[in-house]
Antibody, heavy 117, light 107 residues
Framework: EVQLVESGGGLVQPGGSRRLSCAASGYTFSSYEINWVRQAPGKGLEWVSYISSSATTIYYADSVKGRFTVSRDNAKNSVYLQMNSLRAEDTAVYYC??????????WGQGTLVTVSS | DIQMTQSPSSLSASVGDRVTITCQASQDISNDLNWYQQKPGIAPKLLIYAASNLETGVPSRFSGGGSGTDFTIIISSLQPEDIATYYCQQYDTVPYTFGQGTKLEIK
């Protein structure tokens, strides 16, 4: 069974940093792309970042470019989202998703990041 | 960026009704369009991929169609468990973009 488990969320002050992790199991991790998608409280879904299976291709939404960095460790079956210079508008539930042809087939349960003083 | 516009934003229907939600892309995306269902407090779930293909395990009362810029998802006979918010998503071009969502309620 494919499982994705996010961790690392919490309360962070504006301008601060946070590192999210996504631990995958139940499939050959190194064969699949991973995306991060977020959802602000009461709002819709926003795509955040993409990392290819070998980490050779990476994309970011304009709203996080230059502040967020995605990486993966295929030996640990994990993906990471380093978030710097956090703003109030980054407050959201962050989901990692396993992707096939641009389609988010599997989702984690999400981890809430709250940016507030 | 490709803009995705769903209509309606909210919808109230009765059990057994046929429900249609539409999604319009700001440019031609061929059939690179997915539909997701999200219930409160739970991660979204893929229902339909590549515009018209039903994900494994999704009830056959759900169907999708369209190509180019105009797409639909249809629930042929609404069930109480279908109450949720529905999102379309294009994957033709990065950044991937979602519609704003359609909140479906029982009348």
């Amino acid at each position: 069974e494919v499982q994705l488990v996010e961790s690392g969320g919490g309360l962070v002050q504006p301008g601060g940093s946070r590192r999210l992790s996504c631990a995958a199991s139940g499939y050959t991790f190194s064969s699949y792309e991973i995306n991060w998608v977020r959802q602000a409280p009461g709002k819709g879904l926003e795509w955040v970042s993409y990392i290819s299976s070998s980490a050779t291709t990476i994309y970011y939404a304009d709203s996080v470019k230059g502040r967020f960095t995605v990486s993966r460790d295929n030996a640990k079956n994990s993906v990471y989202l380093q978030m710097n210079s956090l703003r109030a508008e980054d407050t959201a539930v962050y989901y990692c998703t396993r992707v096939g042809v641009g389609t988010f087939h599997y989702w984690g349960q999400g981890t809430l990041v709250t940016v507030s003083s | 960026d490709i803009q995705m516009t769903q209509s309606p934003s909210s919808l109230s229907a009765s059990v057994g009704d046929r429900v249609t939600i539409t999604c319009q892309a700001s440019q031609d995306i061929s059939n690179d369009l997915n539909w997701y269902q999200q219930k409160p407090g739970i991660a979204p779930k893929l229902l339909i991929y590549a515009a018209s293909n039903l994900e494994t395990g999704v009830p056959s009362r759900f169907s999708g169609g369209g190509s180019g810029t105009d797409f639909t998802i249809i629930i042929s006979s609404l069930q109480p468990e279908d109450i949720a918010t529905y999102y379309c998503q294009q994957y033709d071009t990065v950044p991937y973009t979602f519609g704003q969502g359609t909140k479906l309620e029982i009348k």
